[in-house]
């Protein structure tokens, strides 16, 4: 019987590389730094290198040297951009993140009706423009998340995980 015991020599650089996962938040209740904490918290249960910052200390540019993104913003008023997500979102436009995996929720109030977590939808489709991959459908938390909110937010980031996954190992 003849074992064979691998050496480091045998193993590849790519044997050894965590993945890694940029969250950018907007929050002015707190909600979405919750959402945002939520999610940073799951990615770290699984192993998950993360960063992630408030929109107004982030640049695009920091989401193509990451695995997945993940982007948690949140509507003002009837549905606008905050002023602190104007410049971030007209800037993530002007980029290619072709083929980057990438995940948005974030929380709103369903009093606004129509235009209820609006800003999601909104950078969903800015992803989509500039080639982002759709790793999890998007997701909308009414006001703070509750625990039915908090398992649909960790549901949410395996799935996006297991979508990174599925498409890079």
Same mark, same amino acid.
């Given at each position: 019987?003849?074992?064979?015991?691998?050496?480091?020599?045998?193993?590849?650089?790519?044997?050894?590389?965590?993945?890694? @996962?940029?969250?950018?938040?907007?929050?002015?209740?707190?909600?979405?730094?919750?959402? %945002?904490?939520?999610?940073?918290?799951?990615?770290?249960?699984?192993?998950?290198?993360?960063?992630?910052?408030?929109?107004?200390?982030?640049?695009?540019?920091? #989401?193509?040297?990451?695995?997945? @993104?993940?982007?948690?913003?949140?509507?003002?008023?009837?549905?606008?951009?905050? &002023?602190? %997500?104007? &410049? #971030?979102?007209? &800037?993530?436009?002007?980029?290619?993140?072709?083929?980057?995996?990438? %995940?948005?929720?974030?929380?709103? &109030?369903?009093?606004?009706?129509?235009?209820?977590?609006?800003?999601?939808?909104?950078?969903?489709?800015? #992803?989509?423009?500039?080639?982002?991959?759709?790793? @999890?459908?998007?997701?909308?938390?009414?006001?703070?998340?509750?625990?039915?909110?908090?398992?649909?937010?960790?549901?949410?980031?395996?799935? %996006?995980?297991?979508?990174?996954? @599925?498409?890079?190992?």
């Amino acid at each position: 019987m003849n074992l064979s015991i691998p050496s480091y020599f045998d193993y590849k650089k790519e044997d050894f590389t965590l993945t890694t @996962a940029k969250i950018v938040y907007a929050s002015m209740t707190g909600n979405n730094e919750e959402v %945002a904490s939520i999610i940073d918290e799951k990615l770290q249960d699984m192993g998950i290198q993360t960063d992630m910052s408030d929109i107004t200390f982030s640049d695009v540019n920091e #989401f193509s040297e990451y695995d997945i @993104a993940f982007m948690v913003p949140y509507s003002y008023g009837e549905g606008e951009l905050p &002023d602190e %997500a104007l &410049d #971030f979102y007209e &800037d993530l436009l002007e980029i290619d993140l072709t083929d980057k995996i990438f %995940a948005v929720a974030g929380s709103g &109030d369903v009093f606004y009706e129509d235009a209820y977590c609006i800003t999601v939808d909104d950078f969903t489709k800015a #992803f989509l423009k500039i080639g982002g991959i759709q790793a @999890a459908e998007s997701l909308k938390i009414n006001l703070a998340p509750d625990l039915e909110d908090i398992e649909n937010i960790e549901q949410f980031t395996e799935k %996006a995980v297991n979508f990174y996954e @599925a498409n890079h190992k």
